[in-house]
């Protein structure tokens, strides 16, 4: 089994930044690929960006690319979502998920692995 742990979401005004970060315990970190999904409220959960197992590979949804920037520490199990220019339509919750490989990235059943979640809020 793995657990996961988001932090660092909490109230923030448009055009602020916030990184966000998923921690990892109980199984070899660096043998999957990670990514970020979001859920609005009244939304479907909606994915954001993910990273494949040494970071050499990234992909971001179009409604965040440019300013959403995701990374990972393998040493620390660690996987970070820097946030910057935000915007009220990035208002959610934001999940980390972990699967076995890139594939259909986008699409939610393929990862095994999810954390609770936690809120970021954009204030206009």
């Known amino acids: 089994q793995v657990q996961l742990v988001e932090s660092g979401g909490r109230l923030v005004q448009a055009g602020g930044s916030l990184r966000l970060s998923c921690a990892a315990s109980?199984?070899?970190?660096?043998?999957?690929?990670v990514a970020w999904f979001r859920q609005a409220p009244g939304k479907e959960r909606e994915f954001v960006t993910v990273?494949?197992?040494?970071?050499?590979?990234?992909y971001y949804a179009e409604s965040v690319k440019g300013r959403f920037t995701i990374s990972r520490d393998n040493a620390k199990n660690t996987v970070y979502l820097q946030m910057n220019s935000l915007k009220p339509e990035d208002t959610a919750v934001y999940y980390c998920?972990?699967?076995?490989?890139?594939?259909?990235?986008?699409?939610?059943?393929?990862?095994?692995?999810w954390g609770q979640g936690t809120q970021v809020t954009v204030s206009s």
């Open positions: 998920a972990l699967g076995p490989y890139l594939g259909d990235y986008e699409r939610r059943s393929l990862y095994d692995y």
């Open positions: 109980g199984r070899t970190f660096s043998d999957y690929v």
């Open positions: 990273i494949n197992w040494s970071g050499g590979r990234t």
